[in-house]
């Protein structure tokens, strides 16, 4: 199962991205049906207020599993997270480095 959910038949979103269609799949120029169903799914479980995208981590330098599982989880709904995280002294880049 995906961090987002399974689609309902037993795939997820990935695996059926990579799956090979009989009809060409979202992404076959020719196959306008597949696309106009993939983008409507999307769309429809897409955030609509920026606060979904957020992900609090608490070590910078060292996120838990649970904390890169949901940035990965927004990554694959939105292809993008917003993270924060508290200031860790007055060394700026220490706080990147890991």
Known sequence: MSAIGPTGNGTNESQLARAPS??????????GDSYAAWRDHKLSRYPTD?????VE???????????????LARCRLANMAVYASPRLGRDPVGARVA
């Not at 838990?64 to 949901?70: D, G, I, L, M, P």
């Open 50 to 54: 920026a606060s979904a995208l957020a």
């Open 57 to 71: 981590i608490a070590d910078l330098g060292h996120p838990t599993a649970s904390e890169h599982a949901a940035i």
């Open 22 to 31: 009989p009809r060409g799949g979202p992404f076959a120029l020719d196959d």
